[in-house]
């Protein structure tokens, strides 16, 4: 496989500090379970919903070659683990096309669904989703 691109980002903070983007952005983010959660700083569910969002959108406009709206809109929850200790994202992602049919829209969605990289990072888990909807511009 040929190198596309490669980024790195820290963190030594935890959850109520700052990641940082090797020579890019710095972001401040702060737990949502904290006592006192910064409004203004992200987390790692924002950030999941973010990627996966973008990516996902990404490629579907690739494949459709622009010629077509679409939007995703991904929703990110924090659950507690049933059996066992920590937490567990449960994540879905919607996908719409401007003026396309359920069945144009499904298509669409697998193959974007299959050809997008944090998909296919989360494939196989059994809490990352995917789903259609009607068209709604953002």
């Known amino acids: 496989m040929a190198l596309k691109y490669r980024t790195e980002a820290t963190n030594s903070g935890g959850g109520d500090a700052t990641s940082r983007v090797i020579d890019g952005m710095e972001v401040s983010v702060s737990s949502p379970l904290g006592s006192n959660p910064d409004p203004d700083a992200t987390n790692p569910e924002q950030l999941l919903a973010l990627s996966w969002a973008t990516c996902l959108n990404s490629t579907a406009q690739a494949l459709l070659k622009r010629r077509r709206r679409t939007a ?54 059994a809490t990352a989703r995917v789903h259609t909807e009607e068209y709604a511009a953002a």
Do not use: I, Q
Not at 77 to 83: D, G
């Open 72 to 125: 995703v809109r991904v929703e990110v929850e924090l659950h507690s683990v049933e059996s066992g200790v920590g937490y567990e994202f449960e994540v879905d992602a919607y996908l719409s096309l401007e003026g396309g049919s359920p069945e144009e829209t499904a298509e669409l969605l697998a193959a974007a669904d299959a050809r997008c990289p944090v998909s296919k990072l989360l494939a196989g888990a």
